[in-house]
């Protein structure tokens, strides 16, 4: 099995992945020098999404915690990053700003459902429940009353105008669409990285242990809530991070970041992909996002129903999702052909 | 000489609902003692290591470890100071081979390369090398209990808690068991629940009895052996005549 696709894996990366995760920064950068505008804003909304797929996935995957509602962070880092802008008018601060009000958030509530030690499925529930709350909130805050600073919160319209990116060697300028190609690839990228190489750490190994069997790492000395709030905050974070990107690429954010329709796509994008990985994921994301896209160009309709049926098809013929599928096939042929080569 | 005893309960109890599956027990460990709890199924010596090891809270009573109080303690601060517990049904990591199995009880231990030194001691020792990297949920029945063993072992606890540890193990295991049971002791107190008898004759110098949540008797293994009341408890019922 390639180490990549398992979920117990947890030796350092080798050369090669190294040598793959340089092309695909390199394909990265010369990207935008050979495709067109549509295609970057395409792109760059799929890694976005991948973002929040990569946060699901990891805490679902390693952590065994299936949150439902990582939308609840997407949604508060991207409603951060448009009230501290609007409203200071700088956007490098509240693009840090936006990331923290979201992890502390996210701390407080994994606090309390992981030390009340709720079950597994209440987890699910809970921020499920947590992100329409937040949805239905937002939603009522369409009178003038709801302000935050000079900032209205405009309930169902969303916050429109949210400024884009500045940065000091820019001149000032607000990030062009290949300004945020850039910066939402590079940020999928480091994630990504960063997460493989974090499941190759203490850290990473004990979280996997709590997933096969939380009781036994407790009898071993390991203060699992403490592991297991963590990974839950990390994934706040990763999402909070999509959030705020999100609203950079469409200088816009709305209720719709925190809805049962929002919260169920990042399941069905780690369930396609595969949770047992990381990879799986954010491949995941790519193959609905550009199905779903390319069904409502050919006006095909019924997208949603399209989609509930490939989900369906992915949770009975390939449960594991589709990227440890193809590397269990890989690696049942490699056997094959190893083995043969030893029979002769 | 009396030495204080590494672990004792005071009253210890714990209530089901109406039933006390362990109703006030008085019990006390000396440091290098190797201990034996028997007793018929129901008597209450899982329940009794379940609260010792902090996975049950007790209704009431004490439990002194070392002379510290850890009746409030979380399971993960009771094995800190130094209980390691394997319980009666192997409770490993199904999924993960048995290096990261090891790795993982050795880690809550020891930090950097004193990690793998340990893995590497214990591997051999158990003569776990060849099955070193298949996942534990595909191992036989016997083979997970070793398995578990040496992640107890690993982590250097002052007591060990072992329940059935020749549970479901062929009669070599067993003998196996035993003697890596007496080796270890030479390191580390040692509690067993166990049924087998045989087994128990291998290793016993005392012999705790529970009947009905309570301590019946305690005392040698030939003395116990020969005693009526325990026959009639518990030996009778297993050993027919």
Known sequence: MIPEFSATAARPPK???????????????????????????????????????????????????LSFGQTI?????????????????MTG???LGALLIPVAFSALLGYFMIYGRISDIYLSVTTLVVTLIFEKSIRSTSGPEYVIGSVRLNGQNGIPGVPGLTLPWLDGAPLSIEGV?????GAMLLVYVALRLLLTTRFGRVIVGIRENERRMELLGYDTRLYKLGAFVLAGGIAALSGVLYA????????????????????????????????GPIFGTGIVQYTSNWLGTVGVGQVTLVLGIVLMVFVLVFPRGLLPTIGDAFGYVRRRVAGRGAAR | MTVEPILSTTALE?????????????????????????????????????????????????????????????????????????????????????????????????RGAAIGRSVDRITERLALTAILD????????????????????????????????????????????????????????????????????????????????????????????????????????????
């Open chain 1, 15 to 65: 050369a090669w992945w190294w040598g793959v995760i340089a092309l695909i920064a390199l394909a990265m950068v010369m990207l935008p020098y050979y495709v067109d505008i549509a295609l970057q804003l395409d792109l760059s909304i799929i890694f976005v999404f991948a973002l929040l797929a990569l946060s699901m996935g990891f805490l679902w995957g390693y952590a065994g915690i």
């Open chain 1, 73 to 89: 962070f997407f949604g508060l880092g991207g409603y951060a990053y448009a009230v501290l802008a609007l409203n200071t008018g």
């Open chain 1, 93 to 95: 601060l509240p693009f």
């Open chain 1, 181 to 185: 190609f850039y910066l939402t690839a």
């Open chain 1, 248 to 279: 950079l690429w469409g200088n816009f954010v709305a209720p719709e970041m925190f809805n049962l329709n929002q919260a169920a796509q990042v399941v069905i994008w780690v369930i396609v992909g595969g949770r047992s990985t990381l990879i």
């Open chain 2, 14 to 110: 714990k209530r089901f609902g109406g039933v006390r599956a362990v109703a006030g027990v008085d019990f006390s460990l000396q440091p290098g003692e190797l201990r034996c709890l028997i007793g018929p199924n129901g008597a209450g010596k899982s329940t009794f290591f379940k609260m010792i090891s902090g996975q049950l809270k007790p209704t009431s009573g004490e439990i002194r470890i070392a002379g510290h109080d850890m009746l409030n303690a979380e399971a993960y601060q009771i094995a800190r100071s130094g209980i390691g517990i394997k319980n009666q049904v192997p409770d490993v990591m199904n999924g993960l081979s048995v290096r990261e199995n090891l790795w993982l009880a050795a880690a809550s231990r020891h």
């Open chain 2, 134 to 241: 298949r996942l534990v949920g595909e191992l036989a029945h016997g083979q997970r209990q070793w398995v578990e063993i040496g992640m107890v072992i690993v982590c250097e606890p002052r007591i060990v808690l072992l329940d059935e540890p020749a549970a479901g193990m062929s009669d070599e295991e067993t003998v196996l068991t035993a003697e890596l049971i007496r080796e270890i002791n030479k390191d580390m107190t040692i509690v067993v629940v166990e049924h087998d008898m045989q087994f128990i004759r291998r290793i016993a110098r005392t012999v705790t009895v529970f009947h009905q949540g309570r301590i019946l008797i305690e005392d040698s293994f030939d003395k116990i052996a020969a005693d009526p009341t325990v026959r009639e408890v518990y030996l009778g019922r297993s050993g027919g005549t």
